[in-house]
């Protein structure tokens, strides 16, 4: 079934991450919003060949021509776009991903700062009891991070770690992004081909 999801982007290296999973919800028949932090977009122009402008429709304009796809199926919203959907738990239509999830991030959704869209929109998410799904990327974790992590875990978000296993035998990158990814969809329960469940082969 299609739902509306919200994938947020912040500073944390690990933009593949969101890159991947952005096209796999699209070829899946998913709405995607997109949430895009200043920072992530220092990141996007050393992690990856994607440069994206500085303005929400600029930024529509160049994710729309990278996943070839186009009107409501993929939506950018601004970070301080206070009238976008995900603002209000009355307008929020479905479940939240913040990947890559910067530290920082995480420690203003852990108090409620809500100071732009995505900290709001993951705000609204844990008031509204909707799924929340955050992909830390950082190494090593100090006591703060691991705080936030529990606070967080707490209040029913699910903390999911960017951190591929290696029982598949990846032979490339691209499928340890896969790993993290399929780990998001099973979550977000969408049915995923990019990753065997464990003890498949088994069978």
């Excluded at 009107?71 to 209000?88: I, K």
């Excluded at 490339?172 to 969408?190: E, H, P, T």
């Amino acid at each position: 079934m299609s739902q509306r999801i919200c994938v947020a982007i912040t500073g944390a290296s690990g933009s593949p991450y969101a890159l991947r999973l952005i096209q796999v919800l699209l070829a899946a028949g998913q709405n995607v919003d997109v949430i895009v932090s200043k920072a992530a977009q220092l990141v996007f122009a050393t992690e990856t060949d994607l440069n994206l402008p500085g303005n929400a429709r600029a930024q529509a304009d160049a994710l729309h021509q990278h996943f070839q796809v186009s009107g409501e199926q993929l939506r950018v919203f601004g970070r301080e776009d206070w009238m976008a959907p995900w603002a209000s738990g009355s307008g929020q239509p479905g479940p939240v991903v913040v990947v890559p999830c910067s530290t920082g991030t995480l420690s203003a959704i852990a108090t409620g700062a809500s100071n732009n869209l995505i900290e709001r929109a993951a705000d609204v998410a844990l008031k509204e009891r909707r799924k929340l799904i955050l992909v830390p990327r950082e190494t090593p974790y100090s006591e703060i991070h691991l705080q936030n992590m529990l606070t967080l875990t707490r209040m029913g978000a699910v903390v999911l770690p960017a951190s591929p296993g290696f029982y598949h035998k990846p032979q490339q990158i691209g499928d340890l992004i896969d790993f993290v990814v399929a780990r998001i969809l099973s979550q977000l329960g969408i049915e995923q081909t990019l990753m065997p469940a464990w003890g498949k082969d088994a069978e």
